[in-house]
Structure formats: C-alpha cells, structure tokens
C-alpha cells in the first residue's frame, strides 16, 4: 500500500495541497497562483484520472472552498474565504499557547446537517471532543472560525469560552490520559517514519521531490494537527516527534530548490 493510501489522501485534498502550500509556507508565498493545469499534474501524479480531476474541480469552485481570478489573462486559484485562514491556526497551536477555548454548541434533535457543519468546522481548526457537544482547543484566535460558522448563519448555536491557564496537575494528568498522549506519540513516530521513506526514497528528486511533498500535506495535516490533541507543552514527554516533524512545512536545501522550479513550471 502506498503513502497516499495508507493515509487516505482523497483527489479534493490533493487539488487543495497546492493552494495551502501558497498561502501558508514562506517558501512558495512570493510564486505565481496556482493554476488548473498545474493542480491537475498533482492529481494525475496520484493516480486520479482526467475526468475525476474535471469533476472534483468543477465541485471545489462551486462549494466555495476554491476561487478562481484572473491574472493578466491567466486563470489563477486561491482558498475559499473558509479555509483561508486555517494556516495561521495551525501556526498558533504548534506554538501550544497556555489556556484552553472551549466550543459548545447546541441543536435541536433534527439538525443533523447543521450540527454536522458545524462540527467539522471545530476539527478544521483544530478542536477536539472534550464531551458530547464540547470541545477543546488552545488559545488560538478565534474569529475565523466564528466567520466560518456565521458564513452558514449558525452562530447562534455555538459559544466559546476562554479558559486562562491554571497549570493545575491534575487537570493536566486527565488530559493527558484522555487524548492518551503515550499512544499519540507512537502514532507520530510511526508517521515520521513512514513521511521520512516517502519523500525520502532512493532516487527521488527534481519533479517527483516536489510533488511528493505536496502531496504528502494533507496526511501531515490531518495527523500532526487535526489528530493532535491541544495540550501545553509541558504534558508532553520527552522527545515528542512532534517537534521534528513540523519543519517539513518549510523544506530547505535541495528539495526547496526542486519545489521551487517545479512550481514556476507547472504554474506558469
């Protein structure tokens, strides 16, 4: 089973990857937009065929989640207003911010869709269930997310509560065995291990670097920060995998330089 199996990378988050990477790393922040063509190559290079690609895209711009513009007669693509501003929440809590934010929200029994929206909302950014209807987060900026839940004209049914750090050790060690943070931090060494094998293959350089490393984000988006329980640092053991494996956002050296000269090539 390859990486993008075995982590479920869908055709939706590989179109996006590329688009993320634009508007959340250093690296690509001063490149050309991303074009059709450039996020079709991503795509084919995972195995998705012309017609899948068409439809999915088609489906992205119509839901919102990508724009298209024009750029001097180029037809360019950048995130949705909703998720334009999950890179920042996912640089606020690799910095594990002190305190906690706690979101509750309330529906009747037949809301179904709506308490669904709003739910994957709370994950996008970051929250993870406390208890039924609960969830918990660091003390990130909150605006975006009450932006994105006002888009769907619901935020009368969700509160957030800010909770100032207590730094009570008791507190700490339930969290600590609630989110089970020793199988966590097997989870991320195993997940280490295997993005170390992926873009770290034999062989593999130039194009096939570059696209390896862009679509192997939604994988390490989803396990070092959607899965990632919002702990302070001072819960988590020593040596956590996590602190090494945040830099693969901001790649240097060698794979920078092929991420670069792939991008200006298939984004021109």
Known sequence: MSFLERHNVSLNELLIAPLVFRASTA?????????????????????HGAGAIRTALS?????????????????????????????????????????????????????????????????????????????????????????AVAAHGLSQHLFLFRCPDQADPSLDRRLVALFDVKERA?????????????????????????????????????????????LPARCLPADYPLERLIPYAEPTGKRARAIVDYWRRVHA
């Open 186 to 230: 097997r989870v991320l060494a195993r997940f280490e291990r295997e993005l170390e094998g992926y873009l770290n293959a034999p062989g593999i350089d130039g194009d096939e670097a570059a696209r390896r490393w862009l679509a192997a984000g939604p994988a390490h988006y989803r396990v070092t920060f959607v899965d990632e329980p919002a």
């Open 59 to 147: 489906r992205l711009r119509s839901s919102g989640a990508i724009e298209a513009f024009d750029d001097g007669g180029t037809a360019r693509y950048r995130l949705g207003a909703p998720g334009s501003s999950i890179g920042l929440a996912v640089q606020q809590r690799f910095a594990r911010p002190e305190g906690y934010v706690l979101a509750i929200f309330s529906f009747e029994a037949g809301d179904t869709r709506e308490r669904q929206v709003v739910r994957d909302a709370l994950k996008s950014y970051g929250f993870h269930k406390l208890a039924q209807n609960v969830y918990i987060n660091g003390q990130i900026d909150t605006a975006p997310i009450e932006e």
């Open 27 to 47: 690296l690509l922040a001063g490149l050309p937009h991303a074009t059709a063509a450039g996020m079709r190559d991503l795509g084919e290079f995972a195995g």
